[in-house]
């Protein structure tokens, strides 16, 4: 069974309208860890986000939020103002004690930006 | 420390030729991964170290693949004998050990096997 689960595969927005990506996960750990990384064209996956299980308040950094909510096993990102720069594949990825704290990783969701 | 490094950007090999890759992690890191990722998928796991020790790796690695981090610093990757389903992008990552803290990840190196 899939354990992140991305169900979009892409997005296509005109430059400044808000965009949100999904991320639900499964997990029976009562501890755990939910990242997003960024991938732009160049490849480097960048970390934008760590939550614990332990915290649901949502998280805003600029025009970047997160909505994460353990009732239905989402962990959101929200770009407000989209720009062209933020065009990219976007994974989210969760980490559990019982698989030693690797990643376990989405399929992503490649973000467009137009013009 | 400028981050994690990984050795070569690209490599273009022949299909049967032996090719290592380079990793090298954030100083202060322990725990070193090895992913795999091929065009329009999410990164596949394939092995990790915390310090010089392998704890893990995947059951979908060949016997052909091989990794080592003889001194809890930096890592090789080995492909021996390589095909053609070998090209993908080999991501190196760094952590601290346990889950509250995130990887970080080199720029990978992008195999091409011809």
């Known amino acids: 069974a899939q354990k992140v689960t991305q169900a979009q595969t892409e997005i296509s927005v005109v430059e400044k309208e808000d965009v949100t990506l999904d991320c639900v996960y499964e997990?029976?750990?009562?501890?755990?860890?939910l990242f997003w990384y960024k991938q732009p064209p160049s490849g480097e996956l960048v970390f934008l986000i760590r939550?614990?299980?332990?915290d649901e308040q949502n998280e805003i950094s600029g025009r970047y939020s997160w909505n994460f909510q353990k009732s239905t096993s989402s962990f959101n990102f929200t770009i407000t103002a989209s720009q062209v720069v933020d065009s990219a594949v976007y994974f989210c990825?969760?980490?559990?004690?019982?698989?030693?704290?690797?990643?376990?990783w989405g399929a992503g969701t490649k973000l467009i930006i137009k013009p | 420390d400028t981050g994690v490094s990984q050795d070569p950007r690209h490599k273009i090999t022949k299909r049967g030729q032996n090719v290592t890759f380079r990793c090298d992690p954030i100083?202060?890191?322990?725990?070193l991964y090895w992913y795999r990722q091929t065009l329009g998928q999410g990164p596949e796991f394939l092995t990790y170290?915390?310090?010089?020790?392998?704890?893990?790796k995947s059951r979908l690695l060949s016997d052909r693949f091989s990794a080592e981090r003889p001194k809890g610093s930096f890592s090789t990757l080995e492909i021996q004998r390589t095909e053609q389903g070998d090209s993908a992008m080999y991501l190196c990552?760094?952590?601290?050990?346990?889950?509250?803290?995130?990887?970080?990840f080199g720029q990978g190196t992008r195999l091409t096997v011809v």
């Open positions: 990552a760094s952590s601290f050990v346990g889950g509250n803290t995130e990887a970080f």
């Open positions: 100083s202060e890191h322990n725990r």
């Open positions: 170290f915390q310090n010089e020790a392998q704890l893990e």
């Open positions: 997990t029976r750990d009562t501890t755990y860890y």
């Open positions: 939550r614990n299980s332990f």
């Open positions: 990825a969760l980490s559990e004690v019982d698989s030693n704290y690797q990643l376990i």
